[in-house]
């Protein structure tokens, strides 16, 4: 079975898609070597990135559309999977990354089984937009190590206009919260590469600076004092998001700045931020 918080009762296993554009086999667009990534999960080995087809949102603004909206990929079995991970492995990597895997959460799991028994022994990174079934963050615990969560919305309003779902907000923090409870904040090692733990993402949007401040404050609220943050500026418009009055421009200096400073006032000292306009589109791979 899979869990997808977009519950739709689609019987999968025969065939038929639901909201995210799956059935039940697993679909891959690109297995790389990603060095973009958070300086503790890239470090100087890279990340070992496997990104997945299709996806529960709809974002006007979404970087990877042809991949999360346009279905582009391959379709793999679970057996393939597992050995993609340890290709990766053998290329060095500081982990595996699973990027938008909440659609083929079960059939990572087995492959992280089959992996794991024939000598995978680095972290497993899953790469959320956070908007994820509780009881499917339960399914992971003890195969996933590190939780990369986003934390898009604190209004329902946005969630509504940007990614087409309800209840994101509601949805999103239980699930980090369940994260957190099965990892912990991170453990880092010798090298400074991330272990164990969760890092929180969040990406601010242009015209949307209270949204921002609203999500830096629950976490402040509602997470350990020392809880990681990635507050990330690398926004630009693109898929539906150019037609868009309000999100068709960049972030600007004084946008993000606010928001940076507004961090600092909180006391969330843990995390990452960015040097505005930093890698921008360099940051989309190439899934031809």
Not at 137 to 160: Q, T, V
Request: with cysteine.
């Amino acid at each position: 079975m899979i869990f997808v918080q977009e519950t739709v009762g689609v019987d999968r296993v025969n065939g038929k898609v639901g909201y995210c554009k799956c059935n039940d086999k697993i679909k891959i667009a690109l297995a790389s070597v990603h060095n973009y990534e958070e300086p503790s999960i890239s470090g100087k080995n890279g990340s070992g990135t496997v990104f997945f087809s299709n996806c529960n949102l709809n974002c006007i603004y979404c970087q990877n559309y042809e991949i999360s909206q346009q279905g582009k990929g391959k379709e793999i079995t679970i057996e393939e999977l597992a050995q993609i991970f340890l290709d990766q492995q053998s290329k060095g990597v500081n982990n595996i990354n699973l990027v938008t895997p909440t659609m083929y959460a079960c059939q990572i799991i087995e492959a992280i089984k089959i992996a794991k028994s024939n000598g995978l022994n680095i972290p497993a990174i899953y790469n959320t937009n956070g908007y994820e079934n509780v009881e499917t963050i339960k399914k992971l615990n003890g195969y996933i190590d590190i939780y990369l969560p986003d934390l898009k919305y604190y209004s329902n309003e946005l969630s509504l206009k940007y990614s087409k779902v309800d209840n994101y907000f509601k949805i999103a923090t239980e699930a980090i919260q369940e994260m957190q409870k099965q990892v912990g904040t991170p453990v880092f090692n010798e090298s400074g590469i991330i272990q164990k733990g969760v890092i929180i993402r969040h990406l601010v949007l242009p015209n949307h600076i209270q949204n921002s401040k609203h999500i830096l404050k629950w976490i402040k609220d509602n997470m350990p004092k020392d809880t990681y943050i990635s507050v990330m500026a690398q926004y630009f418009p693109t898929y539906k998001a150019k037609e868009d009055k309000l999100l068709n421009r960049k972030l600007t200096k004084r946008e993000y700045k606010e928001i940076e400073n507004y961090l600092y006032t909180l006391n969330l000292e843990n995390g990452y931020i960015q040097e505005l306009g930093e890698h921008e589109e360099e940051y989309v791979p190439d899934f031809n």
